[in-house]
């Protein structure tokens, strides 16, 4: 299927077929308005040239942006303490497994039942190839990686008004939606109906793209055969002996497609932040702390609660709360690295300029939740021959992801049976954990019959019930972008921020890790010129 | 300043990877009390029928059921006799421009829908301000 290029094909086919190609590059770039479409500016590993003079930095947060501001200032010479408010390191970067709890915002407390090697991550959950720093010190820090699976095509697209609510797979979706297409833009070519837009040569050029991207016939047509069932499957697959002859299956209308609206599916995973390939930590994103923490956790203070920032001539004093015994504690040092999330740093008494404390009060925190649930077995893989991958829905719970690892383990697995944000995202927060669970049980079944008789044990985290968050990430408008995002990461006297809100990349770890590279490049330089 | 919805819902989900664009525009078919409260049937814009429904249904994730707010790291503030309810007005404003890291909800819905739940808040929960907002306040606090 690889050797799909005509071979009478000349140089200058080729080279317009590349032109053409990255034309398509070019275009995703101009539609792609998201800043997270950026790619990581981690530069290779942290180097700070030149001496600390006998430098102090108190870092406020343990989390990815924290523990990588004290690992490399400490290599710099430093002194560095972190001051942490959770009895743990890592932050979003975290791991929910059996013997594990988690008590939100109104007191509920749940306690992880799942059994050995069963997980979810609450917060981020794979690791793109171009997140160069994170996966950069995964490699120093001894964390396993391991291939997400992101895409799918046995799971399901699942919409509540098509199919009469049948899930369909992603496959016959994919390839019916691709096909039709196909055949359509050859039957406008064919017509002549482009002659406007392209030449002649480069016309034909299309239609043997159109066949090779869209699997059609030698007629440009989209029908049942050979050429549509090696993508969609066959009706009767191929074997071995007397009986071995394929049946091809027979394509949905291109009508039946595009009114499904399951095409939805498709665009996700050819985002820059979701295409192969994708990772994500052997044992779960907690793992990613764990490793920060055998290099750092030394330097790292657990329950202590931030109340006060201040900085004078002299240096910066914060003040904080023992958590376990009640005592109120003071730490100094010459200068102040803060990745306190911005919903509780707005709170806290701070003196920064008036551009600075303008943004920290400007930035929303986006809403999300999941719920994992524990089945007896895999059912998913045993009845459905769903390997990893995510189907997606239109119910509330939005995806249901499958886990990319322990393929064919016989005992109970654990499903990331909701991840949703948006309108339901907040609806599901407002339910206790017990009816989160219960909604979900109710949504998924739609999608896996199987929900409720395998039903183990669940657990969820709507993000605003976060109590050392208050939500999910930052959520930076245009133009809160253009009127706060520098003030936000400019150096305030001895203060600098870090964290995921002070970078491009909403709600991703990478943007936590360069924004921590970015901020503490800065002091040094200012150490070195001071 | 002025922010669109929709680009909020698209940036975040983008990075969430939830990615809005793969999921069918439709809402899901009402069910059970769905098809009272409203609840679960919108995807960027609330589908609750009521105040009391917005309330116990969003507003609830964060100042809680018996709205008296939460503390952690950071608190939610109580709703619950709050004097800072008694204008109307800053009630509105907080729901379409935000507040520290509040989102903006009230763009996420109606005028009619959040000038009811702005009524409800502030005719329940200990409160009792008697003066009822509309429709056209709530737009009128919408950013220009």
Redesign the interface.
């Given at each position: 299927m690889s050797q799909n290029l005509n071979p009478g094909m000349s140089k200058r086919d080729l080279l317009s077929l590349i032109g053409a190609a990255a034309g398509g590059t070019a275009m995703y770039m101009a539609m792609g308005a998201f800043d997270q479409a950026k790619a990581s500016n981690f530069k290779g590993p942290v180097k700070l040239d030149g001496r600390a003079k006998g430098k102090s930095v108190l870092i406020l947060g343990a989390g990815v942006a924290g523990m990588t501001a004290a690992l490399e200032l400490g290599r710099a010479g430093y002194q560095v303490q972190i001051l942490e408010y959770q009895d743990r390191v890592g932050g979003r970067s975290w791991t929910l497994a059996g013997g594990d709890s988690y008590t939100e915002l109104g007191g509920a407390t749940q306690q992880v039942g799942f059994s050995a090697g069963n997980y979810i991550n609450p917060g981020p959950w794979r690791i793109p190839w171009h997140h160069h720093g994170l996966i950069h010190y995964c490699h120093e820090l001894g964390v396993g990686l391991e291939p997400f699976m992101q895409v799918n095509y046995n799971a399901y697209v699942h919409s509540t008004s098509a199919f009469g609510g049948k899930p369909q797979r992603f496959r016959h979706i994919q390839a019916d939606y691709y096909g039709h297409v196909g055949e359509l833009l050859s039957k406008a070519v064919n017509k002549g109906a482009l002659a406007d837009t392209i030449s002649k040569e480069d016309g034909e050029i299309l239609l043997e793209s159109l066949r090779s991207w869209g699997a059609l016939d030698k007629n440009f047509r989209y029908v049942k055969g050979r050429e549509s069932s090696n993508r969609r499957g066959w009706d009767k697959e191929p074997g071995g002996g007397l009986t071995a002859e394929p049946i091809p299956s027979q394509p949905m209308t291109a009508e039946t497609v595009l009114r499904s609206g399951l095409w939805r599916s498709i665009a996700g995973n050819l985002t820059w932040d979701h295409e192969f390939s994708i990772f994500q930590p052997v044992g779960g994103m907690g793992e990613v702390a764990k490793g920060f923490e055998r290099a750092v956790g030394k330097v790292v203070r657990l329950n202590s609660k931030v109340t006060a920032i201040q900085q004078s001539e002299a240096g910066v004093t914060v003040n904080y709360l023992d958590t376990k015994s009640g005592a109120k504690m003071t730490a100094s040092a010459d200068y102040c690295i803060c990745t306190i999330p911005l919903p509780i740093l707005a709170q806290i008494d701070m003196n920064v300029g008036p551009e600075l404390a303008a943004a920290i009060r400007s930035i929303p925190y986006s809403t999300s939740c999941k719920v994992g649930l524990e089945f007896k077995r895999r059912f998913w893989e045993q009845d459905d021959q769903i390997y990893g991958g995510i189907s997606y829905t239109d119910l509330p719970n939005s995806q249901i992801s499958y886990p990319s690892s322990n393929y064919g383990a016989k005992g109970p697995g654990v499903l990331l049976a909701a991840y949703t944000g948006g309108v339901p995202g907040y609806e599901l927060t407002a339910l206790s954990p017990q009816e989160r669970i219960a909604k979900v049980l109710e949504w998924g079944s739609q999608i896996h019959p199987q929900f409720k008789s395998e039903f183990v044990g669940g657990v969820s985290v709507g993000w605003h019930r976060v109590p050392w968050v208050l939500g999910c990430f930052g959520q930076w408008s245009e133009e809160a972008r253009a009127e706060h995002y520098k003030n936000l990461c400019a150096m305030d006297g001895r203060i600098m921020l870090a964290g995921e809100h002070a970078s491009y990349y909403g709600g991703w770890q990478e943007g936590g890790i360069t924004s921590a590279i970015d901020a503490i490049t800065r002091l040094h330089q200012h150490v070195q010129a001071a | 300043?002025?922010?669109k919805t929709l680009?909020?819902?698209?940036?975040?989900?983008?990075?969430?990877?939830?990615?809005?664009?793969?999921?069918?525009?439709?809402?899901?078919?009402l069910?059970g009390d769905a098809a009272a409260t409203g609840?679960?049937t919108?995807?960027?814009?609330?589908?609750e029928t009521s105040g009391e429904a917005m309330y116990?249904?969003?507003?609830?994730?964060?100042h809680?059921?018996d709205a008296k707010g939460?503390?952690?790291?950071?608190?939610?503030p109580a709703l619950a006799k709050n004097p800072k309810l008694e204008a109307s007005g800053y009630v509105l404003s907080v729901m379409m421009q935000?507040?520290?890291?509040?989102?903006?909800?009230g763009r996420?819905m109606s005028d009619q829908q959040a000038a009811d739940v702005t009524n409800y808040v502030r005719s329940h929960f200990g409160n009792r301000y008697k003066d009822r907002v509309t429709p056209a306040d709530a737009k009128a606090a919408r950013p220009q």
């Open positions: - | 300043m002025k922010l680009s909020l819902i698209a940036a975040a989900s983008a990075a969430l990877g939830t990615m809005a664009t793969e999921i069918a525009a439709a809402p899901a078919p069910q609840v679960f919108g995807r960027d814009k609330f589908g116990r249904n969003v507003c609830a994730a964060c809680m059921p939460a503390q952690g790291a950071g608190m939610y935000g507040l520290n890291g509040m989102p903006p909800l996420m």
